[in-house]
């Protein structure tokens, strides 16, 4: 239980809540920001709890006042089925949140206006979150899609694309339909700057993934892959080849025959710990 109330500790409110908590009080809607923000409250620690009932290294819970992201240390080596847990756990907190007002409101310890608004406000938010844009839950539901089917470093980078594809269409749509709703352009502002980040740290990103795998938890691997690759192949590049969740043979050919079958452990040791960064395959036979 301790682990779960050592959440609260790791609570953090993004700079930005301060700003639009001045401009609610301003247009006399600080209550309703109160609410939206209690929402997205238990969305995260939805979240969090979920990645620490799996022994995830949760490093912080960030709010915001439409949104929130619950960052971990984990770089894409756990079990695919943890993963879909731990992302689906925030939107699925909204489904008990409908229920219980919905009771109070039958009961009548809610007014209508009360339950109609917070209704209103909690599909907002899952309806926010599903969107297929990094770094909402949806984007990373994206995310664990493609990389089941390709490898590590190009889901990645399709990822980024495809959020920063359909935030453009959510960007011309919200032109049209509403062009005066600076909340919504204000989550949209935030979503591009998100994955422009996401974006410049992609390099990060797959060394971290490679990291943990040679240095980090040993997971269970559902599959081993073969991957076939010629002898001057340099060995980062195969290494840009490696998918998540499974167990890497690589078939190194020389000159149209097959040399030798190398373990994905030889590899990730010459590039950590050899530094040979730039050297081909061939190298890791010969030597």
């Avoid at 809607?29 to 969090?48: M, R």
């Avoid at 079990?79 to 689906?88: A, D, G, N, S």
């Avoid at 990291?211 to 340099?234: C, N, Q, S, V």
């Amino acid at each position: 239980m301790n682990k779960y109330i050592e959440l609260l500790g790791k609570l953090h409110v993004h700079p930005l809540f301060w700003l639009i908590a001045g401009m609610a009080v301003l247009t006399a809607h600080f209550k309703q920001l109160c609410l939206l923000f209690f929402i997205v409250l238990v969305h995260e620690l939805g979240h969090a709890a979920a990645a620490v009932f799996f022994s995830w290294r949760v490093k912080r819970i960030l709010l915001l006042p439409f949104g929130g992201v619950a960052e971990v240390e984990e770089h894409g080596n756990r079990p695919f089925r943890e993963e879909w847990i731990v992302t689906l756990a925030g939107p699925a907190q909204h489904l008990w949140l409908i229920a219980a007002a919905f009771f109070l409101w039958k009961a009548g310890w809610i007014a209508d206006e009360g339950w109609e608004l917070f209704f209103r406000y909690n599909l907002a938010v899952l309806g926010l979150n599903l969107l297929p844009i990094w770094p909402l839950d949806g984007g990373k539901l994206l995310f664990l899609l493609l990389a089941y089917f390709r490898p590590f470093s190009a889901a990645h980078r399709h990822m980024v694309a495809v959020s920063a594809v359909l935030l453009a269409v959510f960007a011309v749509l919200l032109f049209v339909v509403a062009p005066r709703q600076l909340d919504l352009w204000t989550i949209a502002a935030f979503l591009a700057h998100a994955i422009w980040q996401e974006q410049k740290q992609h390099p990060y990103v797959v060394m971290r993934f490679l990291l943990e795998r040679y240095y980090g938890k040993k997971g269970d691997y559902a599959r081993l892959r073969t991957i076939t690759a010629p002898a001057d192949e340099r060995i980062s590049h195969v290494l840009h080849r490696f998918y998540r969740g499974q167990k890497h043979a690589i078939v190194v050919v020389r000159n149209g025959r097959e040399r030798t079958t190398l373990d994905e452990n030889e590899l990730l040791h010459a590039f950590f710990s050899e530094k040979q960064t730039d050297a081909p395959l061939g190298a890791l036979i010969y030597s």
